[in-house]
């Protein structure tokens, strides 16, 4: 399995995960097609960051990032943490 397939297995574990958090169910996420998760997350009420990040995937964000900040927002209790954001902008505002 190349690593490509590696990080859509991973970035669908962690869009699983998220998903169980906010009471969907596993295996009818992980059965969904990639184009229906950002709609079945919002069903489930997934907060707008979670949302972006999976509307992103294959669009303005590569698998790496994706998985990265999923496995962020699942570790953070299904919360977006500013202070990473201001980290990694080296503290610049917009």
Partial sequence: ???RMDQHKAILDEVCKAAERLGGERERIRALPRARLYDALEDLGADRYLLSFVGSWGDTMNDGEVLKELRAWNRNGGRFRFD???ASTGGKRG
Avoid: K, S, T, V
């Fill in 1 to 3: 399995m190349g690593l």
């Fill in 84 to 86: 990473r954001l201001i």
